[in-house]
Nanobody
Framework: QAHLQESGGGSVQAGGSLTLACVVS????????MGWFRQAPGKEREKIAS????????YHTDSVKGRFTISQHIPQNTLFLQMRDLKPEDTAMYYC??????????????????WGQGAQVTVSS
């Protein structure tokens, strides 16, 4: 059974930066595509970024392009999400996820095999 542990959430003012980390254990990191989802209060969970373990190809949803960057350090089984120029609308619970490799660029959460427990990010204006 895989375990995904997020860290790095917190509260910042608009324009600030945070970096989330997700340490993966219990399965071979490269068996899955890794990604980040978020869920704001009253909204559906949405995929915001993913990265291929094979070639490092990345996907970022339009609302975070240019501000958020997904990366990974495979030897340490760790996934990152660097967030800058944060906005109040970025306030959400952020989830690390392991997705089926063939659907790395897909946005539907039905391809998620494992979820982390979530990390809260709060951005004040």
């Amino acid at each position: 059974q895989a375990h995904l542990q997020e860290s790095g959430g917190g509260s910042v003012q608009a324009g600030g930066s945070l970096t989330l980390a997700c340490v993966v254990s219990g399965h071979t990191y490269t068996d899955y595509c890794m990604g980040w989802f978020r869920q704001a209060p009253g909204k559906e969970r949405e995929k915001i970024a993913s990265i291929s373990p094979a070639n490092g190809a990345t996907y970022h949803t339009d609302s975070v392009k240019g501000r958020f960057t997904i990366s990974q350090h495979i030897p340490q089984n760790t996934l990152f999400l660097q967030m800058r120029d944060l906005k109040p609308e970025d306030t959400a619970m952020y989830y690390c996820a392991a997705l089926r490799r063939a659907y790395c660029s897909a946005t539907d959460q039905k391809w998620v095999v494992y979820w982390g427990q979530g990390a809260q990010v709060t951005v004040s204006s």
